[in-house]
T-cell receptor, first 112, second 112 residues
Framework: EDKVVQSPLSLVVHEGDTVTLNCSYEVTNFRSLLWYKQEKKAPTFLFMLTSSGIEKKSGRLSSILDKKELFSILNITATQTGDSAVYLC????????????FGKGTKLSVKP | NAGVTQTPKFQVLKTGQSMTLQCAQDMNHEYMSWYRQDPGMGLRLIHYSVGAGITDQGEVPNGYNVSRSTTEDFPLRLLSAAPSQTSVYFCASNRGRGQPQHFGDGTRLSIL
């Protein structure tokens, strides 16, 4: 059975801290891995990773994929209260749709 | 720039009632999906469509029907509501297989 596991499930940090969120997966026919940020409503897309070792970066956020060890990390440096959210990892698996298998998410709380 | 629009935002039903959750996208995306999000369970795929007239089941399809008569619309029907269907429902669309999904703001559904 395909599965995606995120850790930790929740995390509390202070502004300015650096955090690392983890996502490991066991799936058949891996295509890509996606990170989303979910605040109060819709998940919003952050990164799509398809190749090992190539870092994707957007401002203070960065992510990298290791296809040999089957995991990805999402780093957030100099955290701000606006980074408080649930971060979702999803793996795209093969098939007609390229369906997404989601992890349960990491709830990040950034305190002032 | 509406993106993915879901209606209603909130709904309360009685057990046994039927209803339709509406989803429309204006990005001309071929692929559309319905998810439910429950505490501690992450996002789970209910049904998806890879184009007008084509639908298929996801991970948790029981109790739900879908149809896709146009590219823009992908309604989700609850046939006979049950308390286990209390959840937040998200509709998503994407340009093609494996591409990042764009989510609507969700419908919070409570079944008494």
């Amino acid at each position: 059975e395909d599965k995606v596991v995120q850790s930790p499930l929740s995390l509390v940090v202070h502004e300015g801290d650096t955090v690392t969120l983890n996502c490991s997966y066991e799936v058949t026919n891996f295509r890509s891995l996606l990170w989303y940020k979910q605040e109060k409503k819709a998940p919003t897309f952050l990164f799509m990773l398809t190749s090992s070792g190539i870092e994707k970066k957007s401002g203070r956020l960065s992510s990298i994929l290791d296809k040999k060890e089957l995991f990805s990390i999402l780093n957030i440096t100099a955290t701000q209260t606006g980074d408080s959210a649930v971060y979702l990892c999803a793996v795209v698996v093969g098939g007609s749709q390229g369906n997404l298998i989601f992890g349960k998410g990491t709830k990040l709380s950034v305190k002032p | 720039n509406a993106g993915v629009t879901q209606t209603p935002k909130f709904q309360v039903l009685k057990t046994g009632q039927s209803m339709t959750l509406q989803c429309a996208q204006d990005m001309n995306h071929e692929y559309m999906s319905w998810y439910r999000q429950d505490p501690g369970m992450g996002l789970r795929l209910i049904h998806y469509s890879v184009g007008a007239g084509i639908t298929d089941q996801g991970e948790v399809p029981n109790g739900y029907n879908v149809s896709r008569s146009t590219t823009e619309d992908f309604p989700l029907r609850l046939l006979s509501a049950a308390p286990s269907q209390t959840s937040v429902y998200f509709c998503a669309s994407n340009r093609g297989r494996g591409q990042p999904q764009h989510f609507g703001d969700g419908t919070r559904l409570s079944i008494l």
